[in-house]
């Protein structure tokens, strides 16, 4: 195994992604590398069909091993929102905190000890004929307002009560050792040093 693409543009995940599986790979890849592909439309009906269109949609064009991660949050007080909408909970064109923002206000009045959630994180592997798929999930909760400055998407405003501190208050190391995605990667990278 030589090369590989992360079927994703968002630099925050391929930069979390190439860390990990740089030992195995001599050239990492990204859709970047393949604006032709365009826009890779994931019309699933759960996590793991979203993710695997992704890998397959690039494995299928570049003919190279494929990688893609989806990522979704669910909120126990929303009955699992935003949930497959999590990139897109305010709008199609929303910003991080256009989401943050929606999330916090469908959520007020909603108590501290009922603001559970999780995320929730496939990634999926296509090469035409291994084909996998690994899960990663972090338990957490809600918070009333953002701390935090690091991370992205929601990390601000979700807290994990065992290193009691929201995401975005981590470093990148910590983060990446107890995240959502950083628990599927390893899994990932387990099954990759199996093949």
């Known amino acids: 195994m030589k090369k590989i693409v992360i079927a994703s543009s968002n630099k925050h995940k391929i930069s979390e992604i190439s860390i990990k599986i740089q030992p195995f790979f001599d050239n990492i890849l990204s859709l970047k590398d393949?604006?032709?592909?365009?826009?890779?439309?994931?019309?699933?009906?759960?996590?793991?069909?979203?993710?695997?269109i992704k890998s397959r949609?690039?494995?299928?064009?570049?003919?190279?091993?494929?990688?893609?991660?989806?990522t979704i949050l669910e909120v126990d007080a929303l009955n699992g929102d935003p949930g497959l909408y999590t990139a897109r909970y305010a709008g199609n064109?929303?910003?991080?905190?256009?989401?943050?923002?929606?999330?916090?206000?469908?959520?007020?009045?909603?108590?501290?000890?009922?603001?559970?959630?999780?995320?929730?994180?496939?990634?999926?592997?296509?090469?035409?004929?291994?084909?996998?798929?690994?899960?990663g999930v972090l338990e957490g909760k809600i918070t009333k307002s953002k701390v935090g400055s690091n991370g992205f998407g929601y990390d601000p405003i979700f807290f994990s009560e065992k290193f009691n501190m929201t995401l975005a208050q981590m470093n990148n190391k910590?983060?990446?050792?107890?995240?959502?995605?950083?628990?599927?990667?390893?899994?990932?990278?387990?099954?990759?040093?199996?093949?």
């Open 34 to 52: 393949f604006p032709e592909i365009g826009e890779i439309i994931e019309d699933g009906n759960t996590i793991e069909e979203n993710s695997f």
């Open 57 to 70: 949609a690039c494995f299928n064009f570049s003919k190279i091993a494929s990688v893609a991660d989806d």
């Open 93 to 135: 064109k929303a910003t991080y905190e256009d989401n943050m923002q929606k999330l916090l206000q469908n959520l007020e009045g909603v108590e501290s000890h009922l603001r559970t959630a999780r995320f929730r994180t496939i990634i999926s592997y296509v090469d035409g004929i291994n084909d996998f798929h690994v899960e």
């Open 174 to 195: 910590q983060k990446n050792n107890i995240s959502h995605r950083g628990l599927a990667i390893k899994k990932f990278v387990t099954k990759i040093r199996d093949l």
